[in-house]
């Protein structure tokens, strides 16, 4: 069979090439027509040619993970059952791990529109005394990863947030972003030059990141570096409210900023790096726009900046690309304990997934333990704080031909279930609340998701905002009702 194959295919590639001659003796040179069937008969003959040394499949029947879902390497040292994120981090006795954690109730539920919502009585009790008063304020600090960059999905939650409960202000903002251009909440500029280190590509920084993950340098004290924010029309954030820069210790004492606040004259301000965690007003109110340029400031470790009118509710957004939530294990306490004491956290949320899937396995019990691991860790940074953790998403991959729901969805939302039990943390299943198995397909082709078939467009996010605070606020319908 196989020396007769051979034959047959000499004999085409010889009709091939007896066709193209006569085509190339028949065919005037001045005639577009026959140079096109020319082109058409060489490529033929070319791909008869080189067939047989062809792969059978020249694209995978799997989506595999694009250019905008990373994997931190955390995630990929944790995978394995013999490396706890720990080792790399901060190692954990059984006297660091908090009571609730160790006698986890099996038969607890943490889904919010179960028994979950009792897991969140700190925040609700925070909500209702702004419901009922008018006054005080609450704050989120909403953990992410590419889902929410560009503030994807948070500026509508704020947004709900700041409608129902009051509040002013977009939050806390990086000094640089990789969506900062496609930011819709604010307009976001900065130099080029500042150097920055990320907990997603780096365990240990030169000084503690930050409590997105991050922190800057200004390192060439010959060089100015500056950052740039103008307020955008998102309800409730058309202005930049108090914006105050957060920086941490030094010993530089002669590093000072600039600041040219709307059309006003430029002020120079002293930048004071005493403490582990500094801050400086910058303005005695409310402005549309803010520059503010450094200089030599090249030992200072600079975080953001903060916007906000100090009452109401403000949903900060710490989303990182590539961030699987495993590098939060490596957030410095102290620094965030500072943190918490500025801005006073009440509910951290985890919105993580769609870079810890596509690891080739259904075991994520590896990530159930280190989650696990993440939360005691920001329930030391933040104590006054309840969690709230959000499932993974639907995502699709090619099976068999058609577009089909991820089997690694599923186990990876039940690990994701498992460690908010464990933590006595609240749960919501995203996957669950946009339509569960096979609704990312639905969703691209309703024009809700991109058609990577994991990330939701600017309508999608939107529509998922308003599923999330939906199940945050019938939550909060059963701690009132309860109470």
């Excluded at 059952?81 to 790399?88: G, K, L, R």
């Excluded at 919502?117 to 925040?123: A, D, E």
């Excluded at 004071?272 to 409310?286: F, H, K, Q, V, Y």
């Excluded at 068999?400 to 919501?428: C, E, H």
Aim: hydrophobic share 35%.
């Amino acid at each position: 069979m196989i020396i007769g194959t051979d034959i047959e295919e000499r004999n085409v590639e010889a009709k091939a090439k007896y066709q193209i001659k006569l085509l190339i003796v028949s065919i005037s040179n001045d005639s577009y027509f026959g140079k096109a069937c020319l082109f058409t008969a060489l490529s033929i003959a070319a791909f008869l040619v080189f067939k047989p040394v062809l792969p059978e499949r020249l694209f995978s029947e799997h989506v595999e993970a694009n250019e905008n879902i990373l994997m931190d390497s955390m995630a990929f040292m944790a995978q394995s059952d013999t490396v706890e994120i720990h080792d790399v981090a901060v190692m954990e006795t059984d006297s660091d791990k908090t009571p609730e954690c160790e006698e986890a109730d099996a038969d607890f539920n943490p889904a919010l529109t179960a028994d979950g919502y009792r897991n969140l009585k700190r925040f609700y009790t925070k909500l209702r005394e702004l419901e009922e008063t008018k006054s005080g304020k609450a704050r989120i600090a909403y953990f992410g990863d590419s889902m929410n960059d560009g503030d994807y999905i948070v500026k509508d939650i704020r947004s709900e947030f700041q409608e129902n409960y009051g509040g002013e202000g977009v939050g806390y903002v990086a000094i640089a972003s990789l969506s900062a251009g496609s930011r819709g909440s604010i307009s976001h500029r900065y130099s080029k030059n500042w150097f920055s280190q990320s907990f997603v590509k780096v365990k240990k920084p030169v000084k503690p990141f930050g409590i997105d993950g991050q922190v800057f340098f200004a390192k060439d004290p010959e060089q100015t570096y500056w950052v740039k924010y103008k307020a955008q029309s998102q309800p409730h954030s058309t202005w930049l409210n108090s914006p105050v820069l957060l920086y941490g210790r030094s010993n530089n004492d002669g590093a000072y900023v600039t600041v040219r606040a709307d059309n006003d004259s430029v002020t120079d301000k002293k930048l004071e790096p005493l403490d582990l965690l500094n801050t400086l007003a910058l303005t005695s109110g409310n402005v549309k726009s803010i520059q503010v340029d450094f200089y030599k400031a090249d030992s200072i470790p600079v975080y953001g900046f903060n916007f906000d009118n100090g009452e109401g509710v403000h949903v900060d957004n710490f989303s990182i690309r590539g961030n699987s939530g495993l590098p939060l294990s490596i957030l410095d306490i102290p620094l965030m304990n500072a943190f918490d004491s500025v801005l006073n956290y009440d509910l951290i949320i985890l919105h993580y997934g769609a870079n810890v899937l596509g690891y080739g396995s259904l075991n994520y019990n590896w990530y159930e333990r280190n989650m696990t691991t993440v939360v005691n860790n920001l329930h030391d940074c933040f104590p006054n704080a309840d969690v709230l953790v959000i499932s993974t998403a639907d995502r699709a991959i090619r099976i068999d031909g058609t577009m089909q729901t991820d089997p690694a969805v599923t186990p990876l939302s039940r690990a994701q279930w498992n460690y908010a039990r464990k933590t006595n943390s609240g749960f919501i299943s995203l996957y669950e609340v946009m339509g569960g198995r096979g609704s990312m397909v639905n969703w691209v082709n309703s024009n809700l998701a991109n058609k990577d078939y994991t990330h939701f467009n600017g309508s999608g996010s939107k529509k998922i905002a308003k599923l999330i605070y939906a199940e945050i606020d019938r939550g909060y319908a059963k701690f009132k009702a309860g109470q």
